[in-house]
Structure formats: structure tokens, C-alpha cells
């Protein structure tokens, strides 16, 4: 099906959707009886999404919001309450029938919030090419979007285009562990469920890079469908458009504390835990960003972490035989690779199997926030148990 086609099917697929009322899509963990003190019931019931982009402490006062595929507008009139009065959100979206029922909608919000008038306009447009001026934008939200978009290169590119400089994202979507087989993407039907058209996550997040994004990076994610062996995820991402960096006067060095033993951040300079690394101005900039922020010194003269240090982090795994019990993890950035204790590479959007003693690693509070985890195991697992070799030779 050409491209224009695919738009059409999921387009038409939505209308239905918002005249009907069908339930879609996914778990989104909205704090429904929270948005009914201020969003009418018709758009509530209408919200298609697979997270809560506008709701995780991304959106500041005063901001210019864009939401792409704003449906009957959920998110952007989330939105509208975050930025206040001072604010303002464009929501834009295909689908005429979503319009009609966001545009309706906006004004009844603005009274329930207090405002003279709306901050919120509804402009029809595709993510493809948004009717969205160059640099204009502090922050874009998505709700369950680009999955449906045929081009998401285009797309990315265009969220590139919009944002201002030092501008950032905040998107939940729907990906795949693996790349979606021929017969499910051209399956009609599926592309309106979200299935069809979601990509792997290396591949995602590699058309985000591939636009100028960096620092990208998991808020959020959630197991949704196995279909045919393949694992569908909402995710929530969030990434920056950062601005042109100044080379300060004197050198920066950085200093990686963990948890990882080595890192590749995006840019592709490698870092091991401990050892100082003069960085160039964007380099630092970047590692400026959470959460890279969180996880490096940054000072004008080397300075070697030493374990006995309190802001060295490392997790080392227990001594004990592993178990093998189907679990993958899903690394998700902001690095390219990385390296734990036990030697295990993990590379951005590649699944890794790992058995019970690493996952119990990368459930700590220093990798969670960095992996997203899946089981392929169908049916019961013997686990027998595997010795494992000091340097970490089972896996
Ligand atoms: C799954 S619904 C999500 C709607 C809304 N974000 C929410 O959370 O309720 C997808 C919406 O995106 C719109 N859409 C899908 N593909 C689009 C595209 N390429 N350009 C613009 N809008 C698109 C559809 O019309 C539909 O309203």
C-alpha cells in the first residue's frame, strides 16, 4: 500500500473511532478522575493513547507546547493547565473529526481552567509535514503517533525543524523488540492498531539521531502485546535539539561514576567508571543533560573517582549460579553501549538475553531507569542452574 494509502485507512480508522467510542490502543495511566475536574467526558473516552507525554513533569510555565496527533486533544488540554495562562499548545492532527471535537472542546476547558480565552489551537496537518514555523516550539509531545505515520523519518525531521534550539521531546509510542515482519506491515487492519507500523527500538531511536536529536532516553515504559513471538512496548521517550555550543576557554574533563564499567555516549566518545577524559565543549554539553548529568563529575582538572569514593556506583552481581529464564534486556539509551561488571554488552535497542543474577543487577535503582525488560519464554523454563566463571564467563 503506498504511502498516502496507509494515511488514508488510519485516518478514516480514527474518525470511526472518535464517532463510535471504540476502545484502542493501550494502558495509558492517565489520572482520569484528576482531567475530569477540567477535560469534558467526550474527549476522555476518546483518548487513544499508550502513555501520559504531558503529565511526567516535562511541561514548564509559559512554554510553547505542539502535540502531534492530537486527537480530540487530551493531551493538549493537559497541556494547557501545565503552561498556564502564560503558555500556549498547538495540537495538530489529520483527522477532521478529531479537530471538530478538540476545537468544540477548547473553550469549555479554558472556562473549567480559569483562562480569559483558550490557550490551546487546533491545526489540521500531517506529522509529515506540520504547519509548524521553523524553531518555534520549547517542547513536542506525541501520544501513540508516530507508529501510525507511514515516513517517521520525515517526521523526526520535522520535529527537528520546529523546535527551537535547546528545545526537547517527550513522546510515547509504541515499538517492537524486533523488526516487524512483512505480513503484519501490510496488514491494513493492524496499522490502525498500532502494530503495523511500530518499529524496532534501535531503529527508532536511530531515525531520532539520524534527524540532529541527542540525549534520548527512557521516561517510562510498559509490555502491551505478544503477537506472533514479537514483543510490542509503549515506551516514553524524551530527547534534545541542543543549541550551538561554545568552546570554553580553559579544557573540561569529565568522569564517569556508573553504574556502567565503560560507556559510548551518541557522539561516540568512550568512557570507563573512574577515569577522567578531556571533552570538547558539545561533548559536555550533552553529558549536561539528564540523566547523562546524573552520571558524570565535570570539572576543569582531572579527577579520578576512586572506589572508595561515595559518588563511584557500581552494582556488582552475586557469586551464585544463573538461571536462564527467558529474560532480554532492552537498553535504552541515553548511551549507544555500555558494559556492566559482569561484561555484558548492551547496545541501544538490541535485546540481550540475560539470566536471573544479571536481571537482578538491572533491577537496582541505578540500571532500572535504563533498560526496558522482556520475557520470550512461553511456557514453564526448567531453569537449571549454570555455574558461572568469577569474570563472568555464564553469559
Ligand atoms: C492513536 S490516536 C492518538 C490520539 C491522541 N494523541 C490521544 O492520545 O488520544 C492517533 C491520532 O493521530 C492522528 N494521526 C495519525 N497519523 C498521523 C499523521 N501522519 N499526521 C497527523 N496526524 C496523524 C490520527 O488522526 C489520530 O487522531
Not at 35 to 41: A, E, H, S, V
Not at 82 to 102: Q, R, S, Y
Not at 154 to 171: A, D, Q, S, Y
Not at 377 to 385: D, I
Request: aromatic residues 8%.
Amino acid at each position: 500500500m503506498s504511502y498516502d494509502g496507509i494515511a488514508q485507512t488510519v485516518s478514516d480508522r480514527y474518525a470511526r473511532a472518535a464517532v463510535t467510542g471504540e476502545q484502542m490502543c493501550c494502558p495509558t495511566g492517565y489520572d482520569f478522575e484528576d482531567l475530569r475536574t477540567f477535560i469534558p467526558d467526550e474527549v476522555l473516552k476518546i483518548s487513544y493513547g499508550c502513555g501520559t507525554p504531558a503529565g511526567l513533569d516535562t511541561v514548564r510555565v509559559g512554554e510553547t507546547v505542539l502535540d502531534i496527533g492530537a486527537g480530540a486533544g487530551i493531551d493538549c488540554f493537559a497541556a494547557a493547565r501545565l503552561v498556564g495562562p502564560t503558555g500556549n499548545v498547538i495540537g495538530i492532527d489529520m483527522t477532521d473529526t478529531m479537530l471538530d471535537i478538540a476545537r468544540r472542546h477548547a473553550p469549555v476547558v479554558a472556562r473549567n481552567l480559569g483562562y480569559v480565552s483558550s490557550n490551546v489551537e487546533f491545526r489540521k496537518g500531517m506529522a509529515e509535514a506540520m504547519p509548524v514555523a521553523d524553531d518555534s516550539i520549547d517542547l513536542i509531545i506525541s501520544n501513540c503517533v508516530i507508529n501510525l505515520a507511514p515516513d517517521k523519518r520525515k517526521v523526526f525531521r520535522e520535529m527537528h525543524r520546529v523546535l527551537r534550539p535547546g528545545g526537547r521531546f517527550t513522546i510515547s509510542d509504541i515499538v517492537s523488540d524486533q523488526p516487524v515482519p512483512q505480513y503484519l506491515v501490510h496488514d491494513t487492519k493492524k496499522w490502525g492498531n498500532c502494530l503495523s507500523g511500530a518499529l524496532q527500538v534501535n531503529d527508532y531511536v536511530g531515525g531520532m539521531m539520524e534527524a540532529g536529536f541527542l540525549g534520548i532516553h527512557q521516561v517510562r515504559f510498559a509490555p502491551w502485546q505478544v503477537i506472533d513471538g514479537i514483543h510490542f512496548l509503549s515506551i516514553t521517550l524524551t530527547g534534545y535539539k541542543l543549541p550551538e555550543a561554545m568552546e570554553p576557554n580553559g579544557g573540561l574533563f569529565v568522569t564517569m561514576r556508573g553504574p556502567f564499567s565503560r560507556a559510548t555516549d551518541e557522539l561516540g566518545q568512550s568512557y570507563r567508571r573512574g577515569i577522567p577524559q578531556p571533552v570538547n565543549a558539545h561533548t559536555a554539553q550533552l553529558l549536561g543533560t539528564p540523566p547523562y548529568q546524573s552520571l558524570f563529575l565535570v570539572s576543569e582538572t582531572p579527577v579520578i573517582l576512586e572506589s572508595s569514593d561515595p559518588q563511584w556506583l557500581a552494582i556488582l552481581p552475586e557469586q551464585k549460579p544463573c538461571l536462564w529464564k527467558g529474560d532480554y534486556a532492552l537498553f535504552t539509551g541515553p548511551f549507544a553501549e555500555v558494559e556492566d561488571d559482569d561484561y555484558h554488552l548492551y547496545r541501544r535497542g538490541i535485546p540481550l538475553e540475560i539470566c536471573t543474577k544479571t536481571l537482578k543487577v538491572l533491577e537496582t535503582d541505578a540500571y532500572r531507569p535504563h533498560f526496558a525488560m522482556i520475557n520470550r519464554a512461553t511456557g514453564e523454563v526448567s531453569g537449571t542452574q549454570v555455574a558461572c566463571t568469577p569474570s563472568g564467563g555464564c553469559c
